[in-house]
């Protein structure tokens, strides 16, 4: 019984979510509205961690399965990418280490900052 | 058979089964489970001749839980809520100009090198965590597969090229390695995290919600000005 609980509580606030980006109108994913109220209701102790632990921590450690049949699409899809791979490649190379290096460098920047202040 | 929504359901639990195995007997990290598991799914329909939909029919019932998927996404983010509250300007400073980062550079880059208009959405979402990502890439009307190929590839190349440039740049701060693998790689930036210690792991943990957040911030941002 403790399974379908916890199901229960993470499909209700996921409809809650969509149903609140359905009301605003927005373009704003209702998934990502629901992961707000359930930090919420976990802050604010309305829901204990203990109600719902068992199937996040099984979906947090197995989350590529529920992605796979996403990435097996490109079978259908690969001719986008044909002719432009390259360009593709080079564009994700270039912005990924720019990325972490822009935040690296900015992060360790603030923290040192803030360390010397105190 | 092929018919049966349960067939594609099938394939996906073996194929994910034989990656798992693969990883955790080989230790390489660029067998990534998620990568393994599509080439293998790939190379079984293209060899038994099983067209794509027959496999599509099961495979969108997996994909039904992405929305369920995002909400837990929220216990990462609790679990680590007293690091979240002691680092919280260094983290949202380096998550939304991480973000941004993102942002500017793809459709900068895209523009430059001639990438068709269809394809450059798919790049915005590569440093998201999938089931955000794959949100964000129907927020630009991108395609999802794409999409998915662009975050696998950020993540593996992020993990590959992090340890030569924190050495390069002296990134040697342990919160600013976690949040700048967290915000570039997602979920398989935090798994490198974890190797070089518990505060930079718990760090890129809250990145990936954070960075999910702050993209689709950026993006709507950018469709509010026009361009996107």
Not at chain 1, 8 to 13: L, Q, V
Not at chain 2, 146 to 151: G, L, N, S, V
Request: proline share 3%; aromatic share 12%.
């Amino acid at each position: 019984m403790k399974l379908f609980k916890e199901l229960s509580i993470i499909f209700s606030i996921y409809l809650l979510g969509e149903t609140i980006a359905y009301l605003l109108n927005t373009s704003f994913p209702g998934g990502v509205i629901g992961m707000f109220i359930l930090f919420i209701l976990l802050y604010l102790s309305i829901i204990k961690e203990n109600q719902i632990n068992i199937i996040s921590d099984f979906v947090l450690n197995n989350m590529p399965f529920f992605f796979v049949p996403a990435g097996v699409g490109i079978m259908a899809h690969f001719y986008l990418l044909e002719g432009a791979l390259l360009q593709f490649s080079f564009v994700i190379i270039v912005s990924t280490s720019l990325v972490l290096v822009i935040s690296g460098i900015l992060v360790q920047a603030l923290v040192k900052k803030r360390e010397k202040h105190d | 058979m092929i018919s049966e929504p349960i067939f594609g359901v099938t394939i996906t639990l073996l194929f994910f089964i034989i990656a798992i195995w693969l990883r955790d007997k080989t230790k390489i990290s660029l067998l990534n489970p998620m990568l393994v598991t599509t080439l293998l799914i790939i190379s079984f329909l293209y060899t038994l001749n099983i067209p794509y939909e027959s496999y599509k029919i099961g495979g969108d019932m997996i994909l039904n839980f992405l929305g369920p998927i995002t909400v837990i996404l929220a216990l990462p983010l609790y679990r680590n809520r007293t690091k979240l509250k002691k680092y919280y300007v260094s983290i949202f400073v380096g998550i939304l100009s991480g973000s941004f980062s993102v942002m500017l550079t793809v459709i900068s880059l895209s523009y430059l090198l001639g990438i068709q208009e269809n394809l450059m959405p798919a790049l915005l979402a590569k440093s998201v965590t999938t089931p955000i990502g794959l949100s964000i890439s129907d927020m630009v009307g991108a395609n999802r597969a794409i999409t998915m190929i662009a975050i696998v590839f950020t993540g593996i190349l992020g993990v590959t090229v992090a340890p030569i440039l924190f050495k390069i740049f002296k990134i040697t701060n342990p919160i600013a390695r976690g949040i700048a693998l967290g915000t570039t790689s997602h979920a398989i930036g935090t798994g490198k995290a974890f190797e070089y210690g518990s505060l930079e792991g718990a760090m890129s943990s809250v990145s990936i919600a954070l960075a999910g957040i702050s993209s689709i911030f950026w993006v709507m941002f950018f469709q509010s000005i026009g361009i996107l």
